[in-house]
């Protein structure tokens, strides 16, 4: 008669499978970067990661060994129910966090500006340095509901939910956003940075490995955000540039009337090749003009600072200089100053001791101590 196996035994079966399960959907692409951007951010993570665990591994190691060494069962161990502080022992347990803390903030320091995203790149990978003669491939990215516009202003076309890249090549991006704010998000290629309506980021970054990765957005945005994801393409630069001759072998244009289909809310949808794009259509978005008979950003902020320049003029007020800056009160005309009596001034000095009560003493940060009647006391205004 077979007897039915222990607990233990099932349960040591089970669970390495069971972990394996778990680590078999895990694609760990941010420590498998493919640009270098990406890569100097993966080295930070190793090296914080490294510093808090000089004091995670002996805070864990000392627990251990305490625990043991202090038991109740050892006898030998000193027992010293009086013991309450220790010089040495506060200076280690405080000094080692401090140093440590002290180095994650010097690296935190150099890697924001180092990694800025608005900063120009200054090496292809290590030890390449980026060659001045090499002009950096712009690409302008509009984050739409539920989806991502990729426009090449130089080459004159544009993609949906594609994003091919030559290797070994700066790209800068300007992103913006229509309706939400959403977060441009590439792995392998660099960090996050976010998309706003009617504002433009910028992020500089190069990807070094050809292959095919995935790109999505950070920031939830409604219903479709979870299939707001697009392809990364690293391409030769030969095969760079047959991919954009056959973008442009496409018969689908970007102009006004597609943009506004575009624009339309829609989730999981298929890479889209646009031969010809407004080269305008980018601006236009970002300042929210892209609508028939709707003022674009830079036109309402001039109407509105021409109104206001004509407006202070009939008042007799000085005019907003051309640089920008509002000229000062001492630059105004007499009548327009105005004139009449300082009303926070006191009127006289204040009686002081001589009449504590008076409210004119209030008019002071501070009295004299006076001697409190029938006390030892004091009290300061």
Not at 101 to 113: D, E, M, N
Not at 352 to 380: E, H, V
């Amino acid at each position: 008669m077979n007897r039915p196996a222990p607990v233990q035994s099932k349960l040591a079966r089970v669970l390495p499978l069971f972990a394996a399960s778990l680590l078999a959907g895990c694609n760990m692409v941010v420590l498998n970067p493919a640009g270098d951007v990406a890569l100097q951010q993966r080295n930070i993570i190793f090296i914080s990661t490294a510093l808090m665990l000089l004091i995670i591994i002996p805070v864990i190691v000392l627990i251990i060994l305490f625990a043991w060494r202090y038991r109740s069962g050892n006898t030998d161990a000193t027992y010293d129910p009086e013991f309450d502080h220790s010089t040495s022992l506060e200076l280690i347990i405080w000094s080692a966090p401090l140093l440590i803390i002290i180095a994650l903030g010097g690296l935190t320091w150099w890697s924001t500006h180092k990694l800025d995203p608005f900063r120009p790149l200054e090496r292809i990978s290590a030890g390449r340095p980026v060659d001045p003669a090499i002009k950096p491939l712009r690409i302008q990215v509009v984050s739409l509901d539920w989806k991502w516009l990729f426009i090449y202003p130089e080459q004159g076309i544009a993609t949906v939910n594609e994003l091919a890249l030559p290797i070994d090549r700066p790209v800068r991006f300007d992103l913006t956003s229509t309706n939400m704010m959403n977060t441009f998000y590439a792995p392998t290629l660099a960090g996050m940075i976010y998309t706003m309506p009617g504002m433009r980021s910028t992020m500089h970054a190069v990807l070094n490995k050809p292959g095919d990765y995935k790109g999505f957005s950070g920031n939830y945005s409604g219903a479709g955000f979870s299939d707001m994801k697009f392809r990364l393409r690293g391409l030769p630069n030969a095969d760079f540039d047959r991919w954009v001759a056959g973008v442009k072998g496409t018969a689908l244009p970007l102009n006004t009337a597609n943009y506004r289909l575009l624009v339309r809310p829609s989730e999981k949808v298929a890479p889209i090749h646009f031969a010809t794009v407004d080269p305008d259509l980018f601006r236009r978005i970002l300042e929210r003009c892209v609508e028939p008979g709707t003022p674009c950003m830079t036109d309402v902020m001039r109407r509105d600072q021409a109104a206001g320049s004509a407006a202070r003029t009939a008042q007799g007020h000085a005019s907003m200089p051309q640089n920008g800056k509002a000229e000062g009160a001492i630059f105004l005309a007499p009548r327009n100053k105005g004139s009449g009596a300082n009303v926070t001034k006191p009127g006289g000095p204040p009686p002081g001791q001589t009449a504590p009560g008076d409210k004119r003493n209030r008019t002071m940060s501070m009295i004299n101590p006076l001697a409190l009647p029938g006390g030892s006391g004091t009290a300061r205004g």
